[in-house]
């Protein structure tokens, strides 16, 4: 990597616990992607991505903001996307994936919280997240109570705006949540200096409507009897589409796509034939998160799709691109939006329709429940969906599982097991 030594002092980043981090990345990174085999030529890019995560995309993000661009952080799939970019903002996703992190987040948050949002504190916090210190504002929601208090911490050492997200889908919920929309707009407004209009809202809403159109491309190519790309592959890429240009993201993630529909065609796979096909769903894997997919896809299994923030929940639902004025296009944003399944919604019955969609369109074999310790709405929803589950005759282990790799070993003996049985 270049010297970015500069750049990062001038974001008053940690150095030395920094280099700490930027120490262990290429190793992990090597380790779980690059030993992979016949991976697509277009995954090259991604690899350059992931080698420069702390370095170019940074860079960019101060040019941006030299040249009077804001930059915005956000931690869920609920905040759009098209407000920021209608703002000419730059939107950048933050949640924390890093066992790394986890030590500087006990430092103010209780043991046992969640280790997405003891990451992303600690992130903050510790000062080695180049991200969180490029951001001018960053954006909450009151989904599970974990990331509902550490707003409150966060807003000590950064700026932070709540959106309050409804936990039922009502009509009065709908307008509750076009209301928050309004909101956002017009700390958007205040913020950049630049109003959003009905030209440059509708301009947003295609652009984000294309990412997501890019990425269902992606999966779609997972639903082919032999497997062009990896589940770990797939999943590094939805990752990388929440911190990238959105642009240059859907040009890449396109070229990609084209290799994988000529793989398709001459029947290459990057698994061996009768290699049990795997949805998994649950909580989301933000990056560097690889995980529970390295495990399944070294045991014997291969990830077919991802029920989850970083996976379907992302980009499933386009915006109606017709709505004309800014009162409908918010409409729009909230239709979409309110469609997202996540288990902080009571009831969430909708998730449980698209597990079941999902494993017949992918033609999966089993279905992994992944949950992350001290999550409790969606180690909650386990049993509503093993229920669901079991009536269809649908088989699923539930793995709850943090950062750490300790329990890599037990973890890799149970889906052994699993999958023998499918
Ligand atoms: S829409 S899943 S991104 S809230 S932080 S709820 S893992 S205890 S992330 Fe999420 Fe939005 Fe829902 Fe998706 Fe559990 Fe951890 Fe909370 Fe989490």
């Not at 992190?101 to 006990?106: K, L, N, T």
């Not at 990425?215 to 590094?236: H, T, V």
Request: glycine content about 6%; hydrophobic content about 35%.
């Amino acid at each position: 990597m270049a010297d970015y030594r500069e750049m990062w002092q001038s974001l008053d980043m940690d150095l030395e616990k920094h280099d700490q981090l930027c120490e262990i990345l290429p190793q992990f990174y090597g380790d779980i992607y690059l030993s992979q085999e016949n991976r697509p030529e277009a995954m090259n890019y991604y690899n350059f991505v992931v080698s420069e995560v702390h370095g170019l995309r940074i860079k960019e993000l101060c040019e941006h903001r030299k040249n009077g661009k804001k930059v915005i952080g956000t931690f869920c799939v609920f905040v759009p996307d098209e407000v920021i970019n209608a703002a000419g903002a730059v939107g950048v996703g933050l949640c924390g994936g890093s066992e790394f992190w986890e030590p500087d987040g006990e430092k103010i948050l209780p043991r046992n919280t969640c280790p997405l949002v003891k990451a992303s504190v600690g992130a903050k916090i510790s000062g080695t997240c180049p991200y969180f210190q490029s951001c001018d504002l960053i954006v909450g929601e009151t989904t599970c109570d974990g990331k509902k208090k550490a707003w409150e911490i966060l807003n000590e050492y950064i700026p932070v705006h709540v959106m309050d997200l409804p936990q039922m889908k009502r009509e009065k919920d709908n307008i509750h949540w076009q209301d928050e929309i309004k909101m956002f707009i017009r700390k958007l407004e205040k913020l950049t200096g630049n109003k959003i209009t009905e030209e440059s809202l509708a301009q947003s809403i295609k652009l984000i409507n294309k990412r997501r159109k890019v990425l269902a491309r992606l999966y779609n190519a997972r639903k082919a009897d032999k497997l062009p790309i990896s589940g770990k592959d797939a999943l590094l890429i939805s990752q990388i589409a929440f911190y990238d240009d959105p642009k240059r993201f859907i040009e890449k993630t396109n070229e990609l796509c084209d290799e994988l529909e000529k793989r398709i065609e001459n029947g290459v796979s990057v698994f061996k034939e009768g290699t049990p096909r795997i949805l998994v769903t649950g909580t989301p894997m933000a990056i560097p998160n690889w995980k529970l997919h390295h495990i399944i896809e070294t045991s014997g299994g291969a990830v077919v799709c991802e029920e989850t923030c970083t996976g379907s929940r992302y980009f499933e639902n386009l915006v109606d691109e017709d709505a004309k004025t800014l009162d409908d296009q918010i409409k729009a944003l909230a239709d979409r939006y309110l469609n997202i399944n996540c288990a902080c919604f009571t009831p969430n019955s909708g998730r449980i329709d698209d597990i079941i969609k999902y494993y017949k369109e992918y033609r999966a074999d089993g279905v992994v429940y992944f949950t992350l310790p001290f999550c409790q709405t969606y180690a909650t929803e386990f049993k509503k969906v093993k229920d669901a589950l079991d009536k269809e005759g649908i088989p699923v282990i539930m793995i709850e599982t943090g950062y750490s790799l300790q329990d890599a070993g037990q973890i890799k003996t149970r889906l052994e097991a699993f999958f023998e049985m499918l």
